[in-house]
């Protein structure tokens, strides 16, 4: 349950346990969800996936100044693993329930970070937009592989060198022993 909800009256529970009973509880809560989500989004801007690039990138600041998404997640090739990577999070969840862990996160490392700069139901909104489309998360260059094309043409290097010497050191061996 919710942690700001308190308890529930034996009405709540009646109709809780009638709903968990009930075969077209799927239905009801899609439904409710659907009509939840509506209600919100009447009293916000409509969703922007540029506006949630710009959030999740940290290009633009949170309204209450909260660290950018890309500090510790990734969505496509861009940023952190400290949290998970939230490129195919659509895949996973629909937008009412990213909306929902957006905004009001049960995980300890953000809730603490985020207890005193929460993220506004409108900026959760653009989220959600933007981690609906990866197609518009950034995609790995050639330019973010350098260091390690750099690194592995390198130790190709170090093993060609270090082979022709062996090479080189067993032939000259050879030769002073005057073994053909």
């Known amino acids: 349950m919710e942690p700001r909800v308190g308890p529930l009256s034996e009405n709540e529970i009646a109709q809780f ?16 969800q659907e009509l939840a989500s509506k209600a919100v989004a009447a009293t916000l801007d409509p969703a922007s996936e540029s506006i949630g690039k710009k959030l999740f990138e940290g290009t633009t600041q949170f309204t209450n100044g909260g660290i950018a998404c890309v500090t510790c997640h990734r969505a496509g090739a861009q940023g952190g693993t400290f949290g998970p990577d939230l490129t195919n999070l659509h ?16 995980f300890l490392v953000m809730s603490g970070t985020y207890k005193n700069q929460p993220i506004t139901a409108q900026e959760a909104v653009h989220l959600a937009e933007y981690l609906s489309i990866p197609e518009l998360m950034p995609t790995a260059s050639m330019e973010d592989n350098a260091p390690m094309i750099g690194a592995s043409l390198g130790v190709i290097s170090l093993l060609v060198v270090v082979g022709l010497y062996r090479k080189r050191s067993r032939n000259g061996f050879s030769r002073q022993r005057g073994i053909a």
């Open 17 to 32: 346990v009638e709903l968990l009973q009930d075969s077209r509880a799927q239905d009801r809560i899609r439904i409710a």
């Open 91 to 106: 895949t996973r969840m629909g937008k009412v329930a990213m909306i929902s862990a957006i905004q009001q996160t049960q």
